[in-house]
Nanobody, 121 residues
Framework: QVQLVESGGGLVQAGGSLRLSCAAS????????MGWYRQTPGNPREWVATITSGGNTNYAEAVKGRFTISRDGNKNTVYLQMNNLKSDDTAAYYCNAAGYLGLISNIRPYWGQGTQVTVSS
């Protein structure tokens, strides 16, 4: 069973920083792209950032220049460094990975359980 476990959320003042981590369990689990999404109550889940297996990154306009996504392939871990946080960044943040066990034809999306980020103004 593969699990994505997030950590690093919390309460921070506007202008502050937080670093989220997401670790995938299972030594035989392989991931291609990994990313972060966020969601506020009553709203659909919103894409934040993605990093490919080759290290290419993409960001939503709302976070570009403030957030940095990175990954440690050896540890099957993805990070989201969030700087200059704003109250609009308050949300539950979810880790996402396109991964597989065994054959790449088994690839499918995996989700973490979410970690809350609250930015006070």
């Amino acid at each position: 069973q593969v699990q994505l476990v997030e950590s690093g959320g919390g309460l921070v003042q506007a202008g502050g920083s937080l670093r989220l981590s997401c670790a995938a369990s299972g030594s035989l689990f392989r991931m291609t792209s990994m990313g972060w999404y966020r969601q506020t109550p009553g709203n659909p889940r919103e894409w934040v950032a993605t990093i490919t297996s080759g290290g290419n990154t993409n960001y939503a306009e709302a976070v570009k220049g403030r957030f940095t996504i990175s990954r440690d392939g050896n540890k099957n871990t993805v990070y989201l460094q969030m700087n200059n946080l704003k109250s609009d960044d308050t949300a539950a943040y979810y880790c996402n990975a396109a991964g597989y066990l065994g054959l790449i034809s088994n690839i499918r999306p995996y989700w973490g359980q979410g970690t809350q980020v609250t930015v006070s103004s």
